[in-house]
């Protein structure tokens, strides 16, 4: 018997009234009422008719515990099931039971659900929103995406995910290094001449941030970090004696820090 949906499972002070069991023989006591709010076609022609005998579905009972949680707006996250059980309880939800698409794209638990996978599984994750076009949990997703090679997905998984999500990630990753190009090659501004620094010492800064942006550029990924552009321009400044202008150095890294925190990451 499932652990939560028992026969004191009570909602709203109601007692369950339907038994359903799950294809490895777990019986999980749920609301008629409840299951036909969410579904649009009688939860898959099950709960058509009066039946009080249990109903036999075909998930697994891992499977199953998300559906009702999700159906139930509970949630999963204390079980941990495995992604391959969260694909298939979304499939079973909107393909098999009707639940709309709409409907789960406002669920909390399968926001929190579908986003406790992007750390390990982001490209599965990603996918598995886009092809039900939870557009909120793609894009809290893709976040887990900036370094991933997009050329390494399957054909598999951009069937899954359609054309409209998988140019949204590459282009994802294409605006984070235009911006970072776009940001890293402006120099520091130069200081007023000094006595010790005239415009000809001046450039030599110039140059050292130039070859520093170069080699961040040739390397760069969309999920390159503010540190790294950090240890990048300070190295740049390493040989910079003049006072000044390791002042506007500072200055310009710290600008090259906002802004480069400040381009979208989803
Ligand atoms: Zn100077």
């Not at 898959?44 to 949680?69: C, D, F, K, Y």
């Not at 793609?138 to 887990?144: E, G, I, L, M, N």
């Not at 911006?179 to 800064?205: F, S």
């Amino acid at each position: 018997m499932s652990l939560v949906f028992t026969p004191h499972f009570q909602v709203d002070g109601l007692f369950p009234d339907v038994v359903l069991l799950s294809a490895d023989n777990v019986t999980f006591h749920a609301h008629r009422q409840h299951l036909l709010a969410a579904s649009t076609n009688f939860f898959g022609g099950a709960l058509a008719s009066q039946a009080l005998h249990p109903i036999v579905l075909p998930e697994t009972s891992v499977v199953l515990n998300i559906v009702l949680h999700l159906i139930y707006g509970m949630s999963v996250l204390r079980f941990q099931p495995p992604f391959e059980a969260a694909d298939a309880a979304l499939a079973a939800l909107i393909g098999a039971y009707g639940v709309p698409a709409a409907r789960l794209a406002r669920s909390a638990p399968l926001f929190q659900l579908a986003t406790s996978y992007a750390p390990y599984r982001p490209i599965d994750a990603y996918a598995l929103a886009a092809h039900h076009g939870l557009e909120d949990i793609a894009v809290a997703v893709s976040a887990h995406l900036l370094a991933y090679d997009v050329s390494r997905v399957t054909d598999e998984l951009s069937i899954k995910m359609g054309s409209v999500y998988f140019s949204r990630l590459y282009n994802l990753q294409q605006a984070r290094l235009a911006a970072l190009k776009n940001i890293v090659l402006r120099p520091p501004a130069a200081h007023p001449p000094t006595p010790a620094c005239n415009g000809d010492v001046q450039r030599e800064l110039s140059r050292a941030w130039a070859f520093a942006a170069a080699q961040i550029v040739w390397t760069a990924l969309p999920s390159t970090s503010i540190g790294a552009l950090q240890s990048a321009f300070a190295q740049a400044g390493a040989d910079i004696v003049c006072p000044d202008c390791q002042i506007m150095l500072q200055s310009r890294v710290a600008e090259v820090t906002r802004e480069w925190a400040a381009v979208k990451v989803a």
